[in-house]
């Protein structure tokens, strides 16, 4: 058994303040100004996208597409959001994007002008999710650009 006489490594903290004041300029560029503004962009161009979308198969149902950002309370995160429905507009946004109850997605069950004896299944009009895949670029790229922005303002 060999024994090795102990070695001290010294480490040189002066800088370690002034790395921690960059990081926080960073934090507060990224989840303040930057990732909201970049999240509401995103949010946007598939709110613009899904409109185009559900235009094709309803009139009302575009007017009802909103978008945004907010922040998280519990963990400081930015999340970005598009929902469509609600307000004065139809009730329909769920029903196009989701379908009727037990269809898993794929129909909208009702009956022929309020005659129950007669059921028909119309197929679904997704709108959200499509535009959401269709744009996944330009959205990818908005987030970059949010983050590069972030890092120019913290001096990074």
Do not use: C
Not at 75 to 101: D, W
């Amino acid at each position: 058994m060999t024994t090795e006489p102990f070695t001290f490594v010294r480490i040189d903290a002066s800088e370690l303040a002034a790395f921690s004041d960059v990081r926080q300029t960073f934090w507060n560029a990224m989840n303040r100004e930057e990732m909201p503004r970049a999240f509401r962009e995103a949010a946007r161009i598939v709110a613009d996208e899904a409109k185009q979308e559900v235009s094709k198969s309803s009139t009302r149902l575009p007017s009802t597409i909103r978008h945004g950002a907010w922040n998280v309370a519990f963990g400081n995160k930015t999340k970005g959001f598009v929902k469509a429905g609600g307000g004065r507009g139809p009730g329909l946004a769920g029903l196009f994007e989701y379908g009727s109850k037990n269809s898993g997605g794929r129909y909208i069950r009702h009956p022929l002008f309020g005659n129950t004896n007669y059921w028909f299944n119309t197929p679904t009009k997704p709108f959200l999710y499509p535009a959401a895949i269709s744009r996944q670029e330009a959205i990818a790229q908005e987030i970059e650009d949010g983050i590069e922005r972030a890092r120019r303002k913290a001096g990074l």
